[in-house]
Nanobody, 121 residues
Framework: QVQLVESGGGLVQAGGSLRLSCAAS????????MAWYRQAPGKQRELVAL???????NYADSVKGRFTISGDNAKNTVYLQMNNLKPEDTAVYYC???????????????WGQGTQVTVSS
């Protein structure tokens, strides 16, 4: 059993900042990558940022230069620092972890419950 617990969402004015956190716990052998996705009303879920355990990162074009993903391998935790927020960043943000629960089991993806981020204009 693996749990992902997100925190840090909220309401902020345009131009403001928020920091999201996601901690993974439970039966974890090793984590391949962790990521943040978001889903706005009426839209499909989209990748925001991803970080591999060895450090490489990927970002959606819409957030490059404004968002920074980082991780703490010792704590199985990923962070998303969001600066210069825009109303179009309003969405439910979901944490995802791709990990192995044992050496013999395949990679599996787990999702958090989501945290609301609302940016007012």
């Amino acid at each position: 059993q693996v749990q992902l617990v997100e925190s840090g969402g909220g309401l902020v004015q345009a131009g403001g900042s928020l920091r999201l956190s996601c901690a993974a716990s439970g039966s974890i052998f090793s984590i391949n990558n962790m990521a943040w996705y978001r889903q706005a009303p009426g839209k499909q879920r989209e990748l925001v940022a991803l970080i591999y355990s060895l450090g490489p990162t990927n970002y959606a074009d819409s957030v490059k230069g404004r968002f920074t993903i980082s991780g703490d391998n010792a704590k199985n935790t990923v962070y998303l620092q969001m600066n210069n927020l825009k109303p179009e960043d309003t969405a439910v943000y979901y944490c995802k972890a791709a990990l192995y629960t044992t050496p013999s089991r395949p990679l599996y993806r787990y999702w958090g419950q989501g945290t609301q981020v609302t940016v007012s204009s």
